[in-house]
């Protein structure tokens, strides 16, 4: 016996990459329903073999289902997360709306999973933003030897983050840069996105940093540890799908770059590929539809005590955002639904 299974908004990026994942991985479904806005009404999604076309998600009932996995933004899912919870169906929401709640569990399944059991309180189940989701994979094996007193990260962070329209403009601009007459100006961007980076994600806080600054430094205590001091730098890159992070890890405990490397090869969801050679180490474009968080470059920090740096790259569309979801609805499953 498997789950009835709902998808709000299932014709955006990471929607469809939640439709894949579920096949991938060879979730129980018994019933699936693909929603999307009125103004995508009818589009055909595929799902495994079958295809599926969308249905109304303002006119859906909840009632009866099981999970619904949300990729619908903050402003719609306000509306429809309580309605779907209401009726006793299980929201894990993509969107930043419910991460800082109390009442709502922020879940990484390899770093926190027994967290999941906090649902119950709201029936939602919130899934982190994609810079912190691939960051804290890394963080939690190392913290758990030697307990992290400070973390210094800057990011890497593809256009795909900005959805369809952030990788149109990657897109059009490109081309257009060889094509002058052709002029395509930042519209999705606050700058040309096209051979370019912008240090700016989200909008400005008072203290100065970005939204996803913030984001990533309020998660990564949720999830890991509120003791943990982090400061970020998010920069939008020209990349189509994979977010990359520069990581400086200062521990309360000494530990060596050999042995660091050793308990990342041993953790879960983590990949590490770490020769130091000529390309011995993992990018973006190698990561796209891998399911891990790729690490390389692990060394030692000779300017602190206690200090390591890394280097981090996932897919933002799958740990970032699809996958993370998909593991919180296994987890979910296997913890407390227990149908599959």
Known sequence: MGYKVVIAGATGNVGREMLNILAERQF????????????????????????????DLDAFDFTGWDIALFAIGSEATKIYAPKAAKVGC????????????????????????????????????ANPNCSTAQMVVALKPLHDRARIKRVVVSTYQSVSGAGKDGMDELWNQTKSIYNPVDDKPAKTFTKQIAFNVIPHIDVFMDSGETKEEWKMVAETKKIVDPKIKV????????????????????????????????????????????????????????CVGDFATFISRVRQDSTIDNGINLWCVSDNLRKGAALNAVQIAETLGNRVLKKG
Do not use: Q, W
């Open 28 to 55: 129980p479904v018994d019933e699936i329903a693909v929603l999307a806005s009125r103004k995508s009404l009818g589009t055909e999604v595929s799902f495994g073999d079958k295809t599926l076309k969308t249905t």
């Open 231 to 286: 400061t970020a730098t998010c920069v939008r890159v020209p990349v189509f799908v994979g977010h990359s992070e520069a990581v400086n890890i200062e521990f309360e405990d000494f530990l060596d770059e050999d042995e660091a490397r050793e308990i990342l090869r041993e953790a879960p969801g983590v990949m590490v590929i770490d020769k130091r050679e000529d390309g011995g180490y993992v990018t973006p474009i190698e």
């Open 90 to 125: 299980v929201v894990i929401d993509n969107s930043s709306l419910y991460r800082y709640d109390p009442d709502v569990p922020l879940i990484v399944p390899e770093v926190n999973a027994d967290a999941i059991m906090g649902y119950s309180k709201k029936n939602i189940i």
